[in-house]
């Protein structure tokens, strides 16, 4: 059973496009997040939530707009994409302060 | 600068030898962890610490909270061992900032 897992794996769209990536996790954390990793392949936070509860925003721009529907799920909704949001994005999850377990990432490509 | 810097930031070596990959950081943290991210792109969290060391088989984690530094040891080398690790450190809540990895290469 996938402890965290994301949907797509692979999304190639135009720019100026929307679209959304679906994380779940069943390990029963309270706490998700979801980060960016670039083509030097840094990763850096963009979001967390600790049970539903928006936690961490990190200056990412307004088109990203994460929602959880629930403490299991993260989803994330990128509007007017542009080719500078190529890259992969991960879905974590963890216990507060615990170890995090990573999804195996969705590789967004904009043509 | 990074808050977090890793060396070296590539490193190769032959099967069988003992590997040292470093992380300094310049601020306070609550713990660090060493992440494993392998040519597919998974990661896998290895450790979580905030003192002392870890062992888990062949590979061992050591932080020094007053030197504000870690080190990632892996012991008899092998060719699976290839990846990216990545030292990360939590900054108060739950942020954590990223050093820019260590690509390994093992060499048969």
């Known amino acids: 059973d996938t402890a965290v897992s994301q949907t797509p794996k692979y999304l190639v769209t135009q720019m100026g496009n929307d679209k959304s990536i679906k994380c779940e996790q069943n390990l029963g954390h309270d706490t998700m997040y979801w980060y960016k990793q670039d083509s030097k392949k840094f990763l850096k936070i963009m979001f967390s939530y600790n049970n539903k509860e928006l936690i961490i925003n990190e200056t990412v721009p307004n088109r990203f707009s994460p929602k959880s529907p629930d403490k299991a799920h993260l989803n994330l909704h990128i509007n007017s994409l542009e080719l500078g949001d190529s890259a992969v994005y991960f879905c974590?999850?963890?216990?507060?302060?615990?170890?995090?377990?990573f999804g195996d990432g969705t590789r967004l490509s904009i043509l | 600068k990074n808050e977090v810097e890793q060396s070296p930031q590539n490193l190769t070596a032959q099967e069988g030898e003992f590997i040292t990959i470093n992380c300094s950081y310049s601020?306070?943290?609550?713990?660090l962890h060493w992440l494993q991210q392998h040519p597919g792109g998974g990661i896998v969290s290895l450790f979580m610490?905030?003192?002392g060391k870890k062992k888990h088989g062949r590979l061992i984690a050591t932080i020094n909270i007053q030197e504000k530094h870690s080190s990632l040891h892996i012991t008899a080398s092998h060719p699976r061992d290839s990846a990216v690790y990545i030292c990360?450190?939590?900054?108060?809540?739950?942020?954590?900032?990223f050093g820019t990895g260590t690509r390994l290469t093992i060499i048969p």
């Open positions: 974590a999850s963890s216990q507060l302060m615990g170890s995090q377990h």
């Open positions: 990360a450190v939590r900054i108060g809540n739950e942020k954590l900032t």
């Open positions: 610490l905030s003192s």
């Open positions: 601020v306070g943290i609550s713990a």
